[in-house]
């Protein structure tokens, strides 16, 4: 079976970094695209950023300038670097992997969350 294990959440002050990552493992073919999303209470989940197998990126426009987001295809890794951390950036992120092919066929997968706290 498939899962995402994250990492790197914590609390940090407001101009300080963070560095998550999110490692999928499993008996995985290949994999479309791999994001970060993030959820804070009374809102939808949204993207943050998402990088695809060829390396093509997409953020959101909050995050732009701050977060860089990498992927180690070969260890169907991803990584977020988040720099100029805000309060407002405060939330869950969950690490995303779309288009997982497996024998068993194409299926999204979803990490655990993991917890980013940004003092003022």
């Known amino acids: 079976q498939v899962q995402l294990v994250e990492s790197g959440g914590g609390l940090v002050q407001a101009g300080g970094s963070l560095r998550l990552s999110c490692a999928a493992s499993?008996?995985?073919?290949?994999?479309?695209?791999m994001g970060w999303y993030r959820q804070v209470p009374g809102k939808q989940r949204d993207l943050v950023a998402v990088i695809t197998r060829g390396g093509s990126t997409n953020y959101a426009d909050s995050v732009k300038g701050r977060f860089t987001i990498s992927r180690d295809t070969a260890k169907n890794t991803v990584y977020l670097q988040m720099n100029t951390l805000k309060p407002e950036d405060t939330a869950v992120y969950y690490c995303n992997a779309d288009g997982v092919l497996t024998t068993m066929g194409i299926v999204d997968y979803w990490g655990q969350g993991t917890q980013v706290t940004v003092s003022s």
């Open positions: 499993g008996n995985i073919l290949s994999i479309r695209a």
